[in-house]
């Protein structure tokens, strides 16, 4: 195994595209992501701002460039539980309780150091509704309950799409919060918003989507 760059950014894209039908669906983007920094992805509907998320992710295949992760070519398996990807689509099962659900997430990536369940539940503001089924949930609550994995899991890049969504005012601050702690505890952030972020760690590094 090569040994880990400690200059390297953890994320680097170069000349990064993705395919659809053979033809990009927006154009190549250069950018780099270090430990401590929020990235907000901007862009029209339609932009690829999605698509971007997922490809870091490692759900979609990189069409043209390259993706690099700690200097070395970002491989699925070898981050596994070092990127955390939360979208639109929240990745809850709705039968089970938010507990349940963490105790899943848990099982799959491991839990920082400290972090229980119950209190990680309280700290998003589901104090109450721990054992809910997640089908009887208010749209607020469930985007709640799937954030509480950015407290539970120790995932160091977060891909956020759109994480304000649903979410009342208390609820943005929280989600806020958790980008400042985060990034102040040496991780990053990517998250795609239409002006909900406010990141009192200086001015997010920008990038914009273009097709």
């Known amino acids: 195994m090569t040994a880990e760059n400690p200059t390297a950014p953890l994320l680097e894209a170069r000349a990064l595209s993705f395919l659809r039908q053979d033809e990009p669906v927006f154009a190549p983007l250069d950018f780099q992501l270090r430990a401590g920094e929020l990235a907000l992805v901007e862009g029209d509907n339609g932009s690829g701002k999605t698509t971007l998320l997922r ?15 700690r200097g070395e070519p970002l491989q699925r398996d070898c981050c596994a539980g070092e990127i955390l990807f939360l979208g639109h689509q929240l990745g809850l099962k709705a039968d089970l309780s938010p507990r349940e659900n963490l105790h899943i997430a848990a099982g799959l990536h491991g839990g920082r150091d400290g972090a229980g369940v119950s209190a990680v539940l309280a700290d998003i503001g589901l104090r109450g509704y721990e054992d809910e089924p997640v089908r009887r949930l208010s749209a607020g609550q469930k985007k709640r ?14 891909l956020l799409d759109e994480p304000y969504a649903n979410l009342d ?43």
């Open 145 to 158: 309950a799937a954030l509480a994995r950015l407290l539970l899991l120790p995932a160091t890049l977060w």
């Open 55 to 69: 490809m870091l992710a490692g759900l979609l295949h990189v069409g043209e460039g390259e993706l690099r992760w």
């Open 169 to 211: 005012r208390v609820g943005i601050a929280l989600v806020n919060g958790l980008l400042e702690s985060h990034t102040d505890a040496g991780g990053a952030a990517m998250v795609t918003s239409h002006g909900a972020v406010s990141f009192h760690g200086g001015e997010p590094r920008r990038i914009r989507m273009h097709e």
